[in-house]
């Protein structure tokens, strides 16, 4: 198999929800090759349109991304013998403007033993997913990573339809390996969360767990109004991650996330902005946010709800 030349991009299209992937595959140069990835890509779920052009080897791939995604198009297209590039080392996550996991790309495999180890995340994780107290209907891990928040509220509230929402296709991979297996309940979705590709009034509860400290203030408050158009009046925000500092040790400890995920998406963190911003963004916390202390700094745990 050789490799295809062209890049993939992506785009919305009019009606705001599908995404549009133009892809190159040199070695489609006939009209049965053109048929055999087109069978190949048409196996997934969500697939809204196709069109491959057997003269320049162009596929254009129109799909619902709460169905499918990227990597998933582009695996279907390895799957019928032909290869298609992946991102370029140019198309770097800060390039494509996200911060990765552990700020750095190199460091995604190693996210959840060394999540494990500093964090302890397993207790706070379980006790806010027992909170979320939801019988059936939806629920968003927004910002959702490898998946172990999305898989312990898939254990947990079994009747309950999970979505996870990501930016990183590196973490959702991880992610799609831990759930694809035993959850059918789970969606996994790539795209931004600050704009959501749900309908409005949606979801029982949103939950998000280390994310927000990844976002810019504009990016927070963005992603804060779209939490509010889709939960559903009376619905509940979990918002998890490293707020102000409970003592001087815990924020020294603190730079080392600074180090790692950058200082100009963690200082409204540390300046305990995240109760503000909820309260401009309409959100209403009755109970004081429980707070936790990690070696790397004080997590707090908001529980707001949408009027
Ligand atoms: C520290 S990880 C947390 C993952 C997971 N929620 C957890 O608790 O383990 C932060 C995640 O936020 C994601 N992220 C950063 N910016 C994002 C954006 N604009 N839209 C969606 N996800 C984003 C990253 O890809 C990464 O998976």
């Not at 996550?93 to 033993?113: E, N, S």
């Not at 494990?116 to 027992?130: D, G, Q, Y």
Request: proline share 7%; with cysteine; charged share 25%.
């Amino acid at each position: 198999m050789s490799r295809a030349t062209d890049n993939t991009q992506s785009g919305d299209t009019s009606d705001g929800r599908s995404r549009t992937l133009q892809l190159t595959v040199p070695e489609m140069d006939c009209p049965s090759c053109a048929g055999k990835v087109t069978k190949s890509v048409e196996k997934l779920d969500g697939i809204e349109e196709l069109d491959p052009q057997p003269t320049t080897g162009a596929l254009t791939v129109t799909f619902d991304p709460l169905n499918t995604d990227e990597e998933m198009v582009l695996d279907r297209v390895e799957k019928a013998g032909y290869d298609v590039q992946r991102p370029t080392e140019e198309a770097t996550p800060r390039k494509q403007g996200f911060v990765p996991a552990l700020g750095y790309r190199i460091l995604t495999p190693l996210y959840d033993p060394i999540l494990h180890i500093t964090l302890r995340e397993k207790k706070w994780k379980s006790a806010t997913v027992e909170r979320l107290s939801l019988e059936d209907g939806e629920v968003l891990d927004l910002g959702c990573g490898t998946g172990t928040l999305t898989v312990e509220i898939a254990q947990h509230y079994p009747d309950t339809a999970v979505h996870g929402i990501d930016i990183d296709p590196a973490m959702l991979a991880i992610a799609r390996d831990k759930i694809m297996k035993d959850y059918q309940h789970v969606q996994l979705v790539r795209g931004t969360v600050t704009d959501l590709p749900y309908p409005d009034d949606h979801f029982d509860s949103v939950i998000s767990s280390l994310v927000f400290h990844h976002l810019t203030t504009d990016q927070k408050l963005v992603t804060m109004s779209e939490v509010q158009r889709v939960l559903r009046p009376g619905g509940e925000f979990h918002l998890i991650d490293w707020g102000r500092p409970a003592s001087r040790l815990q924020r020294a400890s603190f730079y080392i996330i600074q180090l790692l995920d950058g200082f100009d998406t963690t200082s409204d963190n540390i300046d305990g902005k995240h109760p503000v911003f909820l309260d401009q963004s309409g959100f209403k916390e009755e109970t004081n946010p429980e707070i936790v202390r990690t070696p790397l700094g004080t997590i707090r745990i908001h529980r707001v709800t949408k009027p």
